[in-house]
C-alpha cells in the first residue's frame, strides 16, 4: 500500500513557473498527475510509466513536464508559461501495473492518491 505526499504549488502570474513534488511511501511503477476545478470532473494532465515513457495532455504539452526520481521514489510536475486555465487543484496519483499511450490517462487505474495541491495563476 503505497501513500503518496504533495509538496509545492502556490500562486503565481501568468507566463509564470511553478513545480510540484510527490512523494511515495510505497512502490508504485506508473505515475500521474490529474487536475480539478470546483464543479468540474478531474481530468488528466500527464504520467509516466514504468518504462519512463511521458504522457501529457494536449493542454499541458510543451508547458508541463513530468520527470520521476527513481533513488528517492518522489514525482514531480514542472509546469511554465502557466495560464488561468491551469487553475485547478492537482493530484498525483499512481498505480502498481502498467500501462499504454492511451490507459495511462485513465484515472480509474490509478489506486494511490495524493492530498492536492492548489495552483492559482492569475492573469
Known amino acids: 500500500q503505497a501513500q503518496l505526499v504533495q509538496s509545492g504549488g502556490g500562486l503565481v502570474q501568468a507566463g509564470g513557473s511553478l513545480s510540484i513534488s510527490c512523494a511515495a511511501s510505497?512502490?508504485?511503477?506508473?505515475t500521474g498527475w490529474f487536475r480539478q476545478v470546483p464543479g468540474k470532473e478531474r481530468i488528466f494532465v500527464a504520467a509516466?510509466?514504468?518504462?519512463?515513457?511521458?504522457y501529457y495532455a494536449d493542454s499541458v504539452k510543451g508547458r508541463f513536464t513530468i520527470s520521476r526520481d527513481s533513488a528517492k521514489n518522489t514525482m514531480y510536475l514542472q509546469m511554465n508559461s502557466l495560464e488561468p486555465e491551469d487553475t485547478a487543484v492537482y493530484y498525483c496519483?499512481?498505480?502498481?501495473?502498467?500501462?499504454?499511450?492511451?490507459?495511462?490517462?485513465?484515472?480509474?487505474?490509478?489506486?494511490?492518491w495524493g492530498q492536492g495541491s492548489q495552483v492559482t495563476v492569475s492573469s
Open positions: 509516466i510509466s514504468r518504462s519512463n515513457s511521458t
Open positions: 510505497g512502490r508504485t511503477f506508473t
Open positions: 496519483a499512481g498505480f502498481s501495473g502498467f500501462c499504454t499511450r492511451l490507459s495511462c490517462r485513465d484515472q480509474r487505474l490509478y489506486q494511490f
